[in-house]
């Protein structure tokens, strides 16, 4: 009898293929018959025909670009007709012999579209990267840098380790795996941070000084520009420090943290002027008897002392200070009261003072004493030359005359 079969041979992801057969045979359909096959009843995929006794005809037919995963129906009829029938039964033929199969393509394998990550984190930093492949299902994951985790197609977290690691991911899917893909992260450590990035700017000349920087996650330290003679700069804690021994010069540096990779961060720049040492009494006293005419000399003294001044109110008429030795002297000229300070001072103009002195001039002339009859009562003497004014009192002391202060 007429008889129609289809074949399913081979089934991929997007193809399939196959064979139609159409045997013509008793009772016959006639002089030829003619198979038709059909995919989802409606894209018209071959033909064969038959003679009309005992006679298999096989029809091989391939089918592309299909979709994966996806069920199809293959259907088939033979009937008299050469022409393509519109449907199934087109009353062409005095027999129609038809049959149906179905067959599902088989799921797509992964196919990746991002196998790329991120290749750089660092301890301490939120860190996150993703991969995807067409018909995924799952996602795997080995070799994590510590502190970071996989979901899905996804890593994030927060690195705790350092270092290089190797890490390795592939694409699981209906149709199998994708080829594992091996990626490296390299985990960068902490940038240093700053605790304390300042130093004091105050050195003097002989007087010992420390102090230093300090910074998290930091493996060594260094100084750059000039640091001032007599100190030292310690690499692997930061502190700073010695006796200073070049008064007057003037210094700058900064100083750097740098972590384990090499990674660093500087401090603003420091100038620094070592001061001389203070300036120290020796001699902050002198002697308050100045009197008109007469020579006067003393001095002050300090160690250290790079010179002297009046720092306030004014020396008697006729004394000056020598500001280099410290040395007061003259010869008054003028009566009255003198307020004044004095003072030393070292190489970096730093002062040190005496107490304020007050100094009392009296006037030139003397004063006699007359007897009044009764008593001896205290005069002033005075002279007249186109008018009157004080006159002096010399007194034989036995070897030389002297002016009276009285």
Do not use: C
């Amino acid at each position: 009898m007429a008889q129609i079969a289809i074949y399913v041979d081979s089934i991929g992801s997007t193809s399939a293929s196959g064979r139609l057969n159409v045997y013509n045979a008793s009772p016959s359909m006639g002089a030829t018959a003619y198979g038709h096959l059909f995919l989802d009843l409606y894209t018209r995929i071959g033909s064969s025909s038959g003679a009309a006794i005992n006679k298999l005809v096989t029809l091989n037919w391939s089918r592309t670009g299909l979709s994966p995963g996806t069920t199809y129906d293959l259907d088939a009829w033979m009937d008299t007709s050469t022409s393509t029938p519109g449907n199934f039964f087109d009353g062409s033929a005095s027999a129609i012999y038809a049959t149906s199969v179905s067959f599902t393509t088989t799921a797509a394998a992964p196919t990746w579209t991002d196998n790329s990550i991120t290749s750089t984190a660092r301890v301490g930093s939120y860190y996150s990267s993703s991969i995807s492949a067409s018909n995924a299902t799952s996602y795997t994951w080995s070799g994590l840098p510590p502190g970071i985790s996989a979901s899905g197609g996804s890593i994030s977290g927060t690195p705790s380790s350092s270092g290089s690691y190797s890490v390795s991911f592939y694409a699981s899917g209906p149709g199998g795996n994708s080829s594992t893909i091996t990626r490296t992260i390299n985990v960068a450590n902490r940038y240093p941070s700053w605790t304390d990035n300042t130093v004091s700017t105050s050195m003097r000349q002989g007087v010992y000084y420390s102090d230093g920087v300090s910074a998290n996650y930091t493996s060594y330290y260094t100084a750059s520009g000039s640091i001032p003679a007599g100190l030292s700069f310690n690499t692997s804690n930061g502190t700073f420090s010695g006796t200073p021994t070049s008064p007057g010069s003037t210094y700058t540096f900064a100083f750097q943290a740098f972590n384990a990779d090499g990674e660093g961060i500087g401090t603003s720049n420091f100038t620094v002027t070592v001061k001389y040492p203070l300036a120290t009494w020796t001699d902050d006293t002198i002697s308050t008897a100045f009197a008109i005419d007469t020579p006067y000399s003393d001095s002050i003294s300090a160690s250290n002392a790079a010179g002297y001044a009046v720092s306030s109110g004014a020396l008697p008429d006729g004394i000056s200070l020598d500001t280099s030795t410290g040395v007061i002297s003259g010869i008054p000229v003028a009566p009255g009261t003198f307020n004044f300070t004095l003072s030393a001072y070292n190489g970096s103009n730093e002062y040190i003072y005496t107490s304020p002195f007050s100094v009392t001039i009296d006037d030139i002339g003397g004063k006699v004493f007359v007897y009044d009859g009764s008593s001896w009562i205290e005069r002033e003497l005075d002279t007249y030359n186109a008018g009157w004014s004080k006159a002096t009192v010399y007194y034989y002391d036995g070897t030389q005359w002297q002016k009276s202060l009285q």
